[in-house]
C-alpha cells in the first residue's frame, strides 16, 4: 500500500441530512454546507430524464459522451477532443493528479482552498505548499507563488473565484502570472463558481487554456446548474494533455442519465440565468448584513460568504438546531454559508444577531 494513504489516520463520512436531522429532533433542515444551488434543478432536466430510453439501462453508457461533448464543445467554443468529462470536477482533479504527479514533486496551492487539491497531491506523494491568501481581501498571493516555483512544481492550482474565500481573480491577473510560470508547470484553473461572478463581463480564464497549453480550466454541472447529484465535470486543455487524460479515464464514467441531465442543463439558459441573478440580490443582503453588524468576512464573487465570528462553532451549532447547517472547520472562528433562499437567509441573519 502507498505510504501515504497509511498515514490517512481516519475517515469521517459525512452524515446524511436525516440523520442530522433525528439528532436534532428538527422536521427542516437546509444544508447550506456545500454551496449546492438553492435553487433546485432545470425543469428542463427532469422532463429529459423522463423521455430517456429505460430500455438501455442494461448497455453501457456512451464512454466519450458524444453528445455532450458536442454541447459544450459549441457553447465554450472550443474543440470537443480539448475536453475531458469527469464523475464531477472531483474526478477530474484526481486524474489531474493521479497522471501528472509523482513523489517528491512539488504542488502550488493558496491558503485557504478546496481541500481536493492537497489530498490528491498528497495521495500521490507530491508535496503541498499553501501560500496564504490576502489576509485583509483574501485574494491571491501571486508574487509569493512565483517565489515558491522550484524545478520540482508541477502543478499550481487557482481556484477562481475561491472556495472558501468566495474572491475572485481577474483574468488579466491571471493572464501576467501565467505568463511568468515556466512552461513545464501546469496552471489548473478550477472555475467551479465562475457563473456567479457578476463583476466582470468575461470573467473566465477560457481565452488562456487556448493560448497556453499548460493551462486548463476546470468546470463543474453541480452548482449554476443544480445538477450535484449526477456527478458532471469537465475539463478544458492541451491535445497534448487530452491524449493522456482519455487514456488513462475509466471508460465509462459517466452514465447515460447524467450525461442526459447536463445535456438538458445546457439547453436551459433562462434557469441559469435566474439562478444568477437571485444569488446576486442576496449575496448583497448578505454582504449588507454583515457590514452593518461588524462582521468580518471577504467580498463574494461566488455562491457562498466566508465569515469571522467569535465562537463559531457554537454558531454552527445553534444554526443547526434551527435548521440550518453550515460550514465550519475551514479556518478558526470563521464560518462559510452558501447563500440561500431569501427567507432562510433572513432567518439565519436573525440568529445570528439574537441574544442567546
Ligand atoms: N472545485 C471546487 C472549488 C468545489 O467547491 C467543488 C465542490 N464543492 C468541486 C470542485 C467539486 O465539484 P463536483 O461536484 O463537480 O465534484
Known amino acids: 500500500m502507498k505510504k501515504q494513504i497509511q498515514a490517512i489516520q481516519s475517515y469521517t463520512p459525512e452524515e446524511p441530512l436525516s440523520e442530522v436531522k433525528k439528532r436534532y429532533g428538527i422536521k427542516r433542515l437546509v444544508r447550506l454546507s456545500a454551496n449546492e444551488n438553492p435553487y433546485g434543478t432545470s425543469a428542463c432536466v427532469k422532463e429529459a430524464i423522463l423521455k430517456w430510453n429505460f430500455e438501455e439501462e442494461n448497455r453501457y453508457p456512451d464512454g466519450y459522451a458524444f453528445e455532450l461533448r458536442k454541447a459544450v464543445a459549441h457553447k465554450l467554443n472550443v474543440d470537443g477532443k480539448k475536453l475531458i468529462f469527469g464523475v464531477g470536477l472531483d474526478e477530474i482533479i484526481a486524474m489531474f493528479s493521479r497522471i501528472f504527479l509523482e513523489t517528491g514533486d512539488e504542488v502550488l496551492v493558496t491558503n485557504p482552498t478546496f481541500s481536493e487539491y492537497a489530498l490528491h497531491a498528497g495521495i500521490e506523494g507530491a508535496k503541498v505548499i499553501k501560500i496564504n491568501c490576502d489576509k485583509e481581501t483574501g485574494k491571491y498571493n501571486f508574487n509569493s507563488f512565483l517565489d515558491n516555483i522550484t524545478s520540482k512544481t508541477k502543478i499550481i492550482w487557482l481556484c477562481n473565484p475561491n472556495n472558501p474565500t468566495g474572491t475572485y481573480e481577474d483574468v488579466a491577473d491571471i493572464e501576467e502570472f501565467v505568463k511568468k510560470v515556466p512552461k513545464s508547470v501546469l496552471v489548473l484553473i478550477d472555475e467551479a463558481y465562475i457563473d456567479y461572478v457578476t463583476e466582470s463581463k468575461h470573467p473566465s480564464a477560457l481565452e488562456l487554456s487556448k493560448q497556453f497549453e499548460n493551462v486548463a480550466v476546470l468546470r463543474t454541472f453541480s452548482k449554476i446548474y443544480g445538477l450535484a447529484n449526477y456527478r458532471v465535470g469537465y475539463a478544458v ?23 442526459v441531465a447536463a445535456l438538458a442543463g445546457l439547453q436551459d439558459q433562462q434557469f441559469v440565468n435566474t439562478s444568477i441573478e ?59 454559508v452558501t447563500i440561500g433562499e431569501p427567507e432562510d437567509n433572513l432567518e439565519i441573519q436573525k440568529i445570528m444577531i439574537a441574544k442567546e
Open 237 to 259: 486543455v492541451s491535445a497534448k494533455i487530452a491524449t493522456y487524460m482519455e487514456a488513462a479515464r475509466l471508460p465509462y464514467n459517466l452514465s447515460s442519465i447524467s450525461q
Open 278 to 336: 437571485k444569488n446576486k440580490k442576496e449575496r448583497q443582503k448578505w454582504e449588507k448584513f454583515l457590514t452593518n453588524n461588524g462582521f468580518r468576512f471577504y467580498h463574494s464573487q461566488a455562491n457562498f460568504i466566508f465569515f469571522q465570528c467569535l465562537q463559531a462553532d457554537t454558531l454552527a451549532e445553534r444554526l443547526l438546531k434551527h435548521g440550518y447547517q453550515v460550514r465550519r472547520g475551514l479556518r478558526p472562528d470563521w464560518l462559510r
